[in-house]
């Protein structure tokens, strides 16, 4: 596809041969991962062929951040959709994360110290005073 950032894609297969019909379904799938987060920097999936039993595990490397999911059941394309589902469920949650995480040098929080530094002092300095009525809180200088 057009613009689309390729990725490095590791597929090992232990006890068992990769077809390429299987490689092209997993390539198709672990696109729909790019959706969530467009800094992936690799992903490496791990296929297991034991005597009744398919595994698929995936490790994705996304900006300092590791993600890591399996899954097991008697057939390689159930296992690879299920865990291609557990991993789209720790990105979003991921990018969740990432957006709502609070930015140091946004203008809201830059706002927010200032008022908070500003109230903090006029409290401070009004801290022990008492006021006499008839005279204003405010004092005038000439």
Same mark, same amino acid.
Request: with cysteine; charged share 30%.
């Given at each position: 596809?057009?613009?689309?950032?390729?990725? !490095?894609?590791?597929?090992?297969?232990?006890?068992?041969?990769?077809?390429?019909? @299987?490689?092209?379904?997993?390539?198709?799938?672990?696109?729909? @991962?790019? #959706?969530?987060?467009?800094?992936?920097?690799?992903?490496?999936?791990?296929?297991?062929? #034991?005597?009744?039993?398919?595994?698929?595990?995936?490790?994705?490397?996304?900006?300092?951040?590791?993600?890591?999911?399996?899954?097991?059941?008697?057939?390689? !394309?159930? /296992?690879?959709?299920?865990?291609?589902?557990?991993?789209?469920?720790?990105?979003?949650?991921?990018?969740?994360?990432?957006?709502?995480? !609070?930015?140091?040098?946004?203008? +809201? /929080?830059?706002?927010?110290?200032?008022?908070?530094?500003?109230?903090?002092?006029?409290? +401070?300095?009004?801290?022990?005073?008492?006021?006499? !009525?008839?005279? /204003?809180? #405010?004092?005038?200088? /000439?």
């Amino acid at each position: 596809m057009k613009g689309e950032k390729e990725i !490095p894609l590791m597929i090992t297969a232990r006890h068992f041969e990769i077809t390429e019909p @299987l490689c092209k379904y997993i390539q198709k799938k672990v696109r729909k @991962l790019m #959706k969530y987060l467009n800094h992936i920097m690799g992903i490496h999936i791990i296929l297991i062929g #034991k005597k009744y039993l398919r595994i698929a595990e995936i490790t994705i490397q996304a900006d300092g951040y590791i993600l890591h999911g399996s899954h097991k059941s008697d057939d390689m !394309p159930t /296992s690879i959709n299920k865990v291609i589902e557990k991993m789209e469920i720790q990105l979003r949650k991921y990018k969740e994360k990432l957006i709502s995480r !609070p930015r140091a040098d946004s203008k +809201q /929080s830059i706002i927010m110290k200032i008022m908070t530094s500003e109230s903090s002092s006029e409290n +401070q300095s009004m801290e022990g005073y008492v006021p006499i !009525p008839g005279i /204003s809180q #405010k004092s005038e200088s /000439s």
